[in-house]
């Protein structure tokens, strides 16, 4: 059962566009939401983080934006560059837990 | 430059014979963790160790086999019971105790069965 679910499975952006990838996670328990970029044939790199006692986290171009009560969190990239390009995770962690629970990845393109 | 070295990069494996990939971390974290990528599939967890010579079986553990001998290694044998082992395998440590919470992860090793 997954247990973080991921959507869209692939999205494409015009250049300067803003890219939106969406989360959703049924425990309650939760309470670490962290994102991942992983370009081709490299692993994974964490981006942005967030606790649930915040609503919004902005680094840069980069915001999580998180709604507790849905149990749904996104990634928002403004102003999106071809730079962007990679593959995006989103993950999940309790303060107890032994491991992160991943999505199944959503693949950006960013078009010129 | 502390970080997670994962070797080799590309790895060629025959059909029945074990290959064992390297993972060795100099971050002082005590937890390490093996996943395996597949494409459309994100990310499946095949062990991890919390402390030295302790491990436990993560999702898909079947056909794998891990040590935890040192604090800074953890290499994990895929064996010939791994019936399609042709993946992209990724090493994470994480320090729980730090002020960075998340993952570290290696920069991986292909394994293609020839």
């Known amino acids: 059962q997954q247990q973080v679910k991921q959507s869209p499975q692939s999205l494409i952006v015009q250049k300067g566009g803003i890219s939106i990838i969406n989360c959703a996670y049924e425990?309650?328990?939760?309470?670490?939401f962290p994102w991942y970029q992983q370009f081709p044939g490299k692993g994974p790199a964490l981006l942005i983080a967030?606790?649930?006692?915040?609503s919004e986290k902005k680094e840069g171009r980069f915001t999580i934006s998180f709604n507790k009560s849905a149990k749904q969190f996104s990634l928002h990239i403004m102003d999106s560059q071809p730079g962007d390009s990679a593959t995006y995770f989103c993950?999940?962690?309790?303060?107890?837990?032994?491991?992160?629970?991943f999505g199944t990845g959503t693949s950006l393109t960013v078009i010129p | 430059d502390g970080g997670i070295t994962q070797s080799p990069k590309y790895l060629f494996r025959k059909e029945g014979q074990n290959v064992t990939l390297s993972c060795e971390q100099n971050?002082?974290?005590?937890?390490m963790y093996w996943y395996r990528q597949d494409p459309g599939q994100g990310l499946r967890l095949i062990y991890y160790?919390?402390?030295?010579?302790?491990?436990q079986k993560g999702d898909i553990a079947e056909g794998y086999s891990v040590s935890r001998e040192k604090k800074e290694s953890f290499p994990l044998t895929v064996t010939s019971a791994q019936k399609n082992p042709t993946a992209f395998y990724l090493c994470?440590?994480?320090?729980?105790?730090?002020?960075?919470?998340?993952?570290?992860f290696g920069s991986g090793t292909r394994l293609t069965v020839v």
């Open positions: 994470a440590s994480r320090d729980r105790g730090g002020p960075n919470y998340g993952y570290t």
């Open positions: 160790s919390q402390i030295v010579n302790d491990f």
């Open positions: 967030i606790r649930p006692d915040v």
């Open positions: 993950a999940a962690s309790t303060n107890t837990g032994n491991q992160f629970y």
């Open positions: 425990n309650t328990a939760f309470d670490y």
């Open positions: 971050l002082n974290h005590d937890a």
